[in-house]
């Protein structure tokens, strides 16, 4: 049976960010994710989890200068040095609050720029990455995104991420499986699931075209969850999604699950 983590950046959105914690426990996860709380000390994090009987299943890398419209900085050879000390940052809270995995967010590209600048450079700050993660005992996760989601994001293709995944060989750098984006990019999320499963370390769902709760849009979710099953899926599924109402009642497709995602 799936183990489904609450995104907290996507659910609860009526409630203050550190009152999401207690919310996403009453209605029976047992794991949360969320893009970024580094708004709160990772000690208050960390804290909320542990109230709440919750464990960390992923959180993003610091996406940069949100207000400027940056979304990640792994691939902008200008930002090189500020990555860096962002990867530092986020290993911190990985520490604080026991989170095993790391989504490091690549960035958009610039206008002009020479991409096979910017591919190199996003090998590198990868490769320096994993090290660092390593070292930690964090796994880094890469997540293709759609341009439609965010226009000019430099990943948008899970080929090209299985690639660079080769290439770079880090034993603790793996492949963000988000079925939304896959559909959106791609199609085929079944296929793809099955081929590239020996690479995926984190699972995400919300259903196209609107991005809404698994059992309302395009994607037949039932099959699909039971799919990782039979794959022997083993990690964390974020339930990234954008409720159609309040998160409370966007959940009927979540009742089958709820209580029993723990390990």
């Known amino acids: 049976m799936p183990r489904f983590a609450a995104n907290l950046t996507f659910l609860f959105q009526n409630l203050a960010f550190m009152d999401r914690f207690a919310a996403a426990a009453e209605q029976g996860f047992m794991a949360v994710e969320f893009m970024s709380a580094y708004e709160h000390a990772p000690a208050a994090v960390a804290a909320a989890l542990r109230d709440n009987g919750l464990r960390m299943a992923l959180m993003n890398s610091p996406a940069g200068d949100l207000q400027a419209g940056e979304r990640g ?86 080929d090209y991420a299985e690639t660079v995944l080769k290439e770079l060989k880090a034993p603790n750098l793996h492949l963000q499986f988000d079925m939304y984006h896959v559909q959106v990019l791609h199609g085929d999320v079944s296929m793809r699931l099955e081929r590239q499963l020996p690479l995926i370390a984190h699972v995400q769902v919300a259903n196209p075209p609107d991005r809404a709760e698994p059992d309302i849009g395009e994607l037949n979710y039932d099959y699909l969850f039971r799919k990782l099953d039979a794959l022997g899926y083993a990690g964390w599924v974020g339930a990234e999604y954008k409720p159609t109402d309040r998160t409370e009642t966007s959940l009927n497709w979540f009742k089958p699950y709820r209580g029993k995602s723990s390990v």
């Open 73 to 158: 900085l792994a691939a902008l050879p200008e930002r090189r040095r500020d990555f860096r000390t962002s990867i530092g940052r986020a290993l911190d809270y990985c520490a604080a609050t026991g989170c095993p995995l790391l989504h490091v967010m690549a960035g958009i590209v610039p206008e002009k720029a020479e991409r096979r600048l910017l591919q190199a450079c996003y090998m590198d700050n990868l490769a320096w990455a994993a090290e660092q993660a390593r070292q930690a005992g964090v796994a880094l996760t890469i997540e293709p995104i759609n341009g439609r989601d965010i226009p000019g994001y430099f990943l948008q293709d899970y």
